[in-house]
């Protein structure tokens, strides 16, 4: 009983749409047919052929983004590498200064490895700041 009260209401509901779809199409009403000047319809321009000095223009600028990133990617391999050794230097002269403070029975022993200590700094600190200006600045991109 439920289906049938669903599909004679469907039924109606299909017959007065399309009733109603053909009550619209015969007004007449002319406004959104094409017209002479109507340009929404026409199709752009064709672009014309590139030239041989845009297309060199483009060759030379695949070419110099390619060697842009060869050389960015050299230079943040090299930074890194330079971090890297830096952390380790840090590193070795922290577990040099543990092992010494736990060593030290003195306060003149104490104050020698803090020493030590901050010579190892310093000299990791000179070695990071002469590896990365070695390295140099980083690479510019390439504009169009």
Do not use: Q
């Not at 929404?40 to 000095?53: C, E, I, Q, W, Y």
């Not at 943040?76 to 380790?88: G, L, P, T, Y």
């Not at 022993?109 to 070695?127: G, L, N, P, T, V």
Request: charged share 25%; glycine share 2%.
């Amino acid at each position: 009983m439920k289906y049938s009260k669903l599909l004679a209401a469907g039924t109606v509901v299909l017959a007065v749409m399309s009733g109603s779809a053909s009550a619209f199409a015969s007004t007449g009403d002319t406004s959104s047919a094409p017209s002479a000047t109507d340009t929404s319809t026409t199709l752009p321009p064709k672009r014309d052929r590139v030239s041989a000095a845009e297309r060199e223009a483009a060759a030379k600028f695949r070419a110099d983004m390619l060697a842009w990133r060869a050389d960015f990617s050299k230079w943040i391999a090299d930074r890194a590498s330079a971090i890297k050794d830096h952390r380790d230097s840090l590193a070795s002269a922290s577990a040099t200064l543990k092992t010494a403070l736990a060593a030290a029975s003195t306060k003149e022993a104490r104050k020698a490895a803090m020493d030590a200590f901050k010579s190892a700094r310093e000299a990791a600190k000179a070695a990071l700041d002469a590896a990365l200006a070695e390295i140099g600045e980083r690479p510019v991109r390439p504009t169009r």
